[in-house]
């Protein structure tokens, strides 16, 4: 009994020692409120999208992409953007079905080595 009597004191003398803060709400001022500034355009949509990622093959570091728009060509740089990617970078070779073609037409599915991991449904913008 004594030793709860005694806990129960220090408990006391601690709670007395810490200050308590007393938050008050901040006055409001008759300024308006300064918003953050907009961004005039994002790259892509200065950019023209002319594919889509439909698979990703990690161990050859290449991409699969569906042409949705126009073409591509070797030597063309292009953007691709997603969820987790985000590079610019300039076709080395283009395959379709495993053979080395200079230029890949709308509504083919070819093959691009890419430098950076890409995911399925990102987006292949022409730069």
Same mark, same amino acid.
């Given at each position: 009994m004594v030793k709860k009597k005694n806990a129960k004191a220090k408990v &006391?003398?601690?709670r007395s020692r810490v200050k308590?803060?007393?938050r008050r709400p &901040? *006055?409001?001022s *008759?300024?308006?409120r300064k918003t953050a500034a907009k961004k005039t &355009?994002?790259?892509e949509s200065m950019l023209e999208k002319i594919g889509e990622v439909t698979h990703y093959f990690p161990h050859v570091k290449a991409a699969a992409v569906l042409i949705l728009k126009d073409s591509l060509k070797v030597g063309d740089e292009i953007y691709i953007k997603g969820h987790t990617s985000d590079f610019k970078?300039?076709?080395a070779s283009i395959q379709l079905d495993r053979e080395a073609i200079q230029?890949?037409?709308k509504g083919q599915e070819i093959g691009l080595l890419v430098k950076s991991r890409v995911r399925i449904g990102d987006s292949v913008y022409k730069a």
């Open positions: &006391k003398k601690i308590k803060v007393v &901040k *006055a409001k *008759a300024k308006p &355009k994002t790259p970078e300039k076709v230029e890949g037409k």
